[in-house]
């Protein structure tokens, strides 16, 4: 476990690969990547009880799956600052032969990885799905799910959403980074959410809320999560973040949503985030 | 041509049940999972032996076959069950990510498949799902022919490691199988050795192909039969060693003649021994309401057919 200024401290370090990664590449998803860093550090560094010496079958540990597979490069960058493998790596992200595919997948093997995602909305159940063998095999094992509030739109969502309610699954904490925008606007003008809330709650779900760019508030939230697990209800965090946080000129919009930064843009991006740890 | 008895017809879908039934004792590992229609896939046994090891997603195929890619993880092998049509062309994008792609040890159970569902329609009765799944890279397809092939099948398919299509049925057909065969996947089965033309069939029509061999017979043409189960990865070369025989080639399938074992066969000649084939197949079409013999009739996949094909293809050669 680490504090919160070491976590602030990684979670700026990942924002640099971040914006280095997508422009080494001129493709990729830099915006709900930088609204999720501090959210994937606190989990992999603090929060989460993982190995590093990956095994598939994750057990007696807990897992992470990343269900909006787009900000596969945020999830990248704290796989390999955790040390699931050479970070030196990550300057192949979206490049031929590369192990880091535009969006998380098996098939290259890469350590950390357990499911590819990209198409919405089955990170949900595939969470459900990996929660009940850990709960058959007496395992303790938390099991976590990020998902996109755009990606709340997919049917899917909630046939699990169902399921994990009425099956009382009650060790898997689902977090919803809630940005408010999508690809083609915000979630309001494309298809509204409503009271998410309630939604979840009417659901069956233990809801939590945290602002998913304040470290502290972030720990805190996720430790409640955790306390929570075990008391018959499935738990969602949502979790409020701004798309592009920590570089000035990508926050409060959609526009960089799937938008690579070009040089000059990359240099003002770097000069906001300090290099806290090595580049690679 | 050679002799087939059966004492009894009975249903493919049975054949699965009584296979995951023996899987429940043998394979700790084995999981089931069920979109509310246990009954109908005859996995109600399974179910009643093992309530920790079964899990009842309701009417969500979407959230069941993501699910039974998580249970992978574990090490568990999940075994899906519902229509063909909600086990294909529902949830395919769901198997492609989640199961095909990720490389996932998931059997997608299928039962219902074709025109031989008969009465509820063409909503239900799919003919494209053999098409969908082999189209899928990392993906086994296999359609057995009869309860005993299927009882066997659902057994190796848990023995193998990957994601599996299995392709079964609803109604009683003859069940002519050896009840101790040994189930090969991709290994076609020789039926009857002939010489003038090779009919490769899969599922509810290979017996239909051994109707259409004794017709065949008393015409005096001498037909080699072959039982193609797995459709995924085709046994080309027991397609090839017959076709270098007869030269000719009769296909037939309860499918679309898009997509089908038809169109299978038909690349492999082309590619390494090119033949002429009729297909004995849906002509892209939908089915409708009626019994399964009335439809099989109508949609021109009875043993008459498979005959007149394999006129047709001889005359061709």
Known sequence: MSSISELEKIATQVRRDIVRMVHGCQSGHPG?????????????????????????DGKNEDLFFLSNGHISPVWYSVLARAGYFPVAELATFR???????????????????????????????????????????????IVYTLHGDGELQEGQIWEAALYAAHHKMDRVIATIDYNGQQIDGSTEQVLSLGNLAAKWEAFGWDVLHTNGNNMQELVDCLALAKSKTGAGKPIVIIMKTEMGAGVDFMMGSHKWHGVAPNDEQLAAALGQLEETLKDY | MKQYTYTEKKDT??????????????????????????????????????????????????NMIGMAAGMTIGGKIPFTGTFANFSTGRVYDQIRQSVAYSEKNVKICASHAGLTLGEDGATHQILEDIGLMKMLPNMVVINPCDYNQTKAATIAIAAYEGPVYLRFGRPAVPNFTPADQVFEIGKAVMLNEGKDVSIFATGHLVWKAIEAGHQLAEMGISAEIINIHTIKPLDAQAVINSVKKTRCVVTAEEHQKNGGLGDSIAQILAEQFPAPIEMVAVNDSFGESGTPDQLMTKYGLDAINIVEAAQKVMSRR
């Open chain 2, 13 to 62: 879908r049975s054949g699965f049940g009584a296979g995951l039934s023996e899987l429940g004792k043998t394979n700790a590992n084995v999981v089931a999972l069920c979109a509310d229609l246990t009954g109908s896939l005859k996995m109600d046994a399974f179910a009643k032996d093992h309530p920790e090891r079964f899990f009842q997603v309701g009417i969500a195929e979407a």
């Open chain 1, 32 to 56: 709900g990547s930088l609204g999720c860093a501090d959210f994937l550090t606190a989990l992999y560094f603090h929060q989460m009880n993982h190995h590093v010496d990956f095994s598939m």
């Open chain 1, 95 to 141: 490049k031929l032969n590369t192990r880091l595919q535009g969006h998380p997948t098996t098939a290259e093997h890469l350590p950390g990885v357990r499911m590819a995602s990209g198409s919405l909305g089955q990170g949900l159940s595939v969470a459900l799905g990996a929660a009940e063998i850990k709960k058959l095999n007496n395992d303790k094992g």
